[in-house]
């Protein structure tokens, strides 16, 4: 349970937490139609910020990532004080594709813009980058509370934010996964989603003494059923909202804020996940038609909103919304309802498979709440590298086998797979309920995906964005193939480091640990830059 | 016709890397999804559609229109011939 002290909105509707809520109060949204921008040959809807305002935000020395982040972080710290204490507060960065725009460069690595970020605002610890695909924003709130409730510091500040680009919208269109026109979340007429870009900070301290907002529990779980698509009938969001649920009250709860993506299938999959949750009768709200999608950001940015509301007696209207078009039972409108509770519920989804509940409530409990300690044990360790000689294709072929979706995996996730594979082959650890959880670290997120990616969009004259490639641009597919393959329906986390500190991954694994309840996990290094240069060091873990 | 038929199925196995199908047991009568044939999924079929577009100029902007064009390599290369623009 962690405390929220300040939050920050930096978005085209405005750049404080108060005219984003003032914006979305009077119906604005900041979607618009795009033709031709970037040399896309498709039209497409987008959230994007002005020039103007790009002139604005941007600081000097700064990409306009960057710049982004640290105008967000600086406006959430003027409502606050994080006192003197610098070695007590940690940076978590949470984004899809950060400074996607320097690949080649060294800007381009997630952990290099966390460290500028960080060390833009003061901080002298090692920034944690969240890359868990569209679930990043609560994964990343999530991680907040495990390293507070453990601790390790005393505040957190969680950053989401996320930059548009040719690379990440032609990618989404090479997955037929935008609409032309503003996004229509739970519609019956609902065609796709839209990409937007914004910052969104939340200050979480440890502990308070006022009343405030509190993360009071959350969890992660994985449809162990593709690496796009959702499980049909929401398999592990029904898991993930069952587990944050269990004991608690609904009728404490005064909205669902849903991921509502406005594809065909997310908002399909997440009417049946609440249904069969047995929520149908609390009011959803659906923030996309405001924003689009703004993947890093879009965790923290919809729970800000949501908590302003909450404290305004507000559930918000969900904009683009007219008539449902989901088989799931489920309570939604385009106009704002009134609420006198003090909790809701914040659900995503993403690429991976994995899926994140968490609930907040307004309250002056201030008890402080540590978790135990929990110590974890290497059971058994797998080390993979390029530097071995031979290539992941002759240790498939000698070793494992039969599972030719093997070759369509990209090199990261083809290191992640084999080395799970060994891991995991005497299998006397897969069993435990499937519940297994596969947190992985690294330090060149998915640079090799994104190479490969970029060559198929880089000339005009030759411009096929490969949908297949693009998939693997997001690091945590690794631990969405891994779920597959061993059906494990628990957490899987994919998380970004300036380098391969051990301490701070046990740190992080224990914290989790402390937190999922499960006696094992499977975690460790997988890093990929190239061909050549790869390592992977993965171990089951267990409790004592 | 079987001309078609055998580049595209070179080219389905490249661009899909169906890297332990042989070329020979890929019966082009074969359903490309589902568990009784080539085993393909939506991203597979994304993949087809950027092949088709890039090799014969055709373009498919929604991939429900790719149901019935879908279902085996037959089915594909009927579609190509009628509808090829380079």
């Known amino acids: ?544 | 016709m079987e001309q078609l038929i055998n580049d595209l199925k070179l080219q389905i196995k490249e661009a899909l890397n169906l890297e332990e199908l042989s070329l020979e047991e890929f019966d082009e009568n074969a359903p490309l999804f589902g568990d009784e044939g080539i085993g393909l999924d939506s991203i597979d079929v994304l993949e087809i559609i950027v092949l088709l577009e890039k090799n014969y100029g055709i373009r498919l902007a929604n991939p429900k229109d790719g149901r019935a064009i879908f279902q085996s390599v037959k089915t594909i290369a009927e579609y190509v011939q009628a509808n090829r623009k380079k």
């Open chain 1, 1 to 544: 349970m962690i405390h929220v002290v300040a939050t920050n909105i930096t978005s085209p509707l405005g750049f404080t937490t108060e005219e984003n809520y003032q914006a979305i109060l009077s119906g604005r949204t900041a979607l618009h139609r795009y033709e031709g921008l970037w040399g896309l040959p498709e039209p497409f809807a987008a959230s994007l910020f002005s020039e103007e305002q790009r002139a604005m935000l941007a600081i000097e020395g700064y990409t306009f990532f960057e710049a982004l982040a640290i105008r967000s972080i600086r406006t959430a710290l003027t409502y606050t004080s994080l006192g003197n204490s610098l070695s007590r507060i940690v940076l978590i960065l949470s984004t899809t594709k950060g400074n996607i725009e320097a690949l080649g460069e060294e800007l381009y690595y997630p952990s290099k813009a966390a460290q500028r970020i960080a060390e833009a605002i003061g901080l002298t610890t090692k920034p944690i980058v969240v890359c868990n695909a569209c679930v990043s924003g609560l994964s990343a709130q999530l991680l907040a509370d495990r390293l507070l409730s453990a601790n390790l510091y005393d505040y957190a500040i969680v950053v989401g934010a996320e930059v548009q680009s040719k690379f990440i919208v032609s990618g989404f269109q090479a997955l037929k996964a935008v609409s032309e026109e503003p996004c229509r979340p739970f519609d019956i007429e609902r065609n796709g989603l839209n990409l937007g870009e914004a910052a969104a900070t939340i200050v979480f301290a440890r502990t308070s003494d006022k009343e405030s907002w509190q993360l009071t529990h959350g969890a992660v779980r994985n449809d162990a059923y593709h690496i796009v698509s959702p499980s049909p009938q929401g398999d592990g969001l029904t898991n993930a909202i069952n587990a944050v649920m269990e004991g608690r009250d609904k009728s404490l709860l005064a909205t669902v804020c849903v991921h509502g993506t406005a594809t065909l299938y997310n908002d399909q999959m997440e009417s049946k996940a609440i249904e069969r949750a047995n929520l149908s009768d609390i009011p959803l709200s659906a923030l996309k038609g405001y924003y689009g999608h703004t993947m890093g950001a879009a965790g923290v940015l919809e729970t800000i909103l949501t908590m302003i509301a909450t404290d305004d007696g507000i559930i918000l209207p969900s904009k683009g919304f007219t008539e449902p078009g989901v088989s799931g039972k489920v309570s939604i409108s385009s106009e704002p309802r009134k609420t006198s509770k003090r909790a809701f519920l914040k659900l995503m989804s993403g690429f991976g498979g994995c899926n994140v509940a968490a609930i907040y409530e307004k309250t002056t409990d201030n008890e402080l709440q540590t978790t135990n300690k929990t110590t974890l044990v290497k059971a058994h360790t797998i080390r993979i590298s390029s530097e071995e000689g031979l290539t992941l294709t002759d240790i498939y072929k000698q070793q494992i086998g039969n599972y030719p979706k093997f070759y369509k995996m990209d090199l990261l996730t083809r290191l992640a797979f084999v080395a799970t594979e060994l891991l995991l082959k005497d299998g006397q650890w897969s069993m435990v309920n499937g519940q297994l959880p596969v947190i992985f670290f690294n330090h060149s997120s998915s640079v090799v995906a994104d190479r490969m990616y970029f060559d198929t969009i880089r000339d005009a004259e030759n411009y096929f964005p490969s949908p297949s490639v693009f998939v693997y641009t997001l690091p945590n597919i690794t631990t969405g193939e891994v779920a597959i393959r061993h059906h494990l329906c628990g957490e899987t986390s994919f998380y970004i480091l300036p380098d391969k500190d051990e301490a701070l991954m046990k740190q992080i694994l224990e914290a989790s640990i402390a937190r999922t309840g499960t006696p094992t996990a499977i975690s460790g290094w997988v890093d990929a830059e190239s061909e050549t240069c790869f390592e992977c060091e993965l171990s089951v873990y267990n409790i004592i």
